[in-house]
């Protein structure tokens, strides 16, 4: 384990110290020595400006460098970070990260000691726990300070303060963004998987939820969503012990993600009309999130879906949708000499519905809008003669999404 401190220019008055992993105390005027003796380092590295090393305090004999060189000789590897700037510029505080950076390498175990930092430090620090963690996969064992002003004056008793769960909320905050933004619910998941043996529910939810979406499986989707809002209250009182602000992140899984939510959504007797609100709910969120392929893969089985709701039957049942999908074609399927030779058995029922309607939707599937066709021209990867551009792609999609909805409005699924 590593540690990683500063060192500033009062003289520093002796206090004992509370080790905050234990009951263990240490009287000294240096809250790193306090460390050493806590945690038991393999290298303490100090960050000195070139003052702060020469400076020799107010009624001391030497400066806090020299004196802590003598305290701490023998017992850890002792190196000083030098010559760290004393301004506060731009330039001054990438050095600071540079440097704090260059102390660790790929999965080592730190500890920050921020009890002496200067000026924009602790920032600097925060942004390098967040970069470690991630580019090196160091493991930040502790941010600390040691609140000498909370010290105890009766018993000149100091307490150490672990500021690492506050930290965490970075995490988690980012986490949460992820997850709402882009559907990827892997991070969040697993802050809660490791979190507590209670809150493993609403990461199986969030693990489902984000993998549905990414999989095109809206019953998923639903299903998951809609246990979403127990499965908070669940957890959010475990969380919220150590990332306090966690409930409002919550909040903004549940409103995003809880219009999904519908419990059996398979059972098309009672919830067809519910699930292709939702379905069109989900196409939208695709095309918002830019996830374009899966907006028009989704919308193209909506209008089959929504034909099965008409004619009260079962959307999960293929024959039913091959059906729906020879009404949206025109209702006859010709042979190869051009002559028709099947005639769907909802035609005449099809036919009673106003022509209006039928031209809106059979353009939508196989017209100018041509749903159906530039759905494979996507999932073929353009792999045809004459593909559409990206851009055009996008543009038709938002603009088959808008029909989509108008056709919600008029058979009042809105």
């Known amino acids: 384990m590593k540690i990683i401190s500063f060192l500033g220019l009062s003289k520093y008055e002796e206090t004992t110290y509370l080790s905050p992993i234990g009951s263990e105390k240490v009287t000294t005027p240096f809250f790193q020595e306090a460390l050493v003796e806590f945690y ?71 500890i920050f000691d921020i009890t002496h930092s200067f000026r924009s430090v602790p920032v600097v620090a925060l942004i390098a726990v967040s970069y470690l963690r991630v580019v090196r996969k160091v493991k930040i064992k502790g941010l600390l300070y040691g609140a000498f002003e909370a010290k105890n004056k009766e018993t000149n008793e100091t307490p150490t303060f672990d500021l690492l769960p506050i930290v965490s909320l970075l995490e988690w905050t980012t986490a949460t ?46 299903r998951e969503s809609a246990l979403l809002p127990d499965r908070i209250k669940e957890a959010t009182p475990i969380v919220s012990q150590s990332v306090p602000p966690f409930e409002s992140l919550l909040e903004r899984v549940e409103k995003d993600y809880g219009t999904f939510g519908l419990a059996n959504p398979e059972d098309y007797t009672a919830n067809s009309k519910f699930s292709l609100i939702r379905q069109l709910k989900m196409i939208e969120w695709y095309d918002e999130k830019g ?54 058995t909802y035609l005449d029922q099809w036919l009673e519905i106003s022509k209006k309607t039928r031209t809106q939707l059979t353009n939508l599937w196989g017209g100018q809008s041509n749903l159906a066709n530039l759905r494979n021209d996507v999932l073929h990867a353009g792999f045809r003669k004459n593909p559409k551009g990206a851009e055009e792609i996008v543009q038709q999609t938002q603009q088959i999404i808008e029909e989509l909805k108008k056709i919600a409005k008029e058979w009042k699924l809105t």
């Open 291 to 344: 996830q374009t392929v899966q907006a028009l893969s989704l919308a193209r089985e909506w209008l089959p879906s929504l034909l099965c709701y008409h004619f009260e039957l079962d959307p999960l049942d293929k024959p039913n949708r091959d059906e729906m999908e020879l009404l949206l074609a025109g209702g006859t399927r010709k042979g190869s000499n051009g002559v028709s030779d099947r005639k769907s």
């Open 177 to 222: 963004d992820q997850f709402i933004k882009t559907g990827n619910g892997e991070a969040l998941a697993s802050l809660l998987h490791s979190s507590n043996s209670t809150t493993e529910n609403l990461a199986a939810s969030i693990k489902g939820i984000a993998q549905g979406l990414q999989l095109l499986r809206p019953m998923d989707v639903m």
């Open 40 to 110: 038991h380092p393999e290298t303490l590295y100090v960050l000195l400006t070139q003052t702060v090393e020469t400076f020799i305090p107010r009624g001391a004999s030497e400066s806090n460098w020299e004196a802590l060189q003598k305290r701490l000789h023998g017992k850890v590897s002792l190196q000083p970070i030098k010559n760290i700037p004393e301004r506060n510029s731009p330039e001054d505080v990438w050095s600071i990260f540079q440097q704090v950076t260059n102390c660790l390498q790929d999965g080592d175990s730190v």
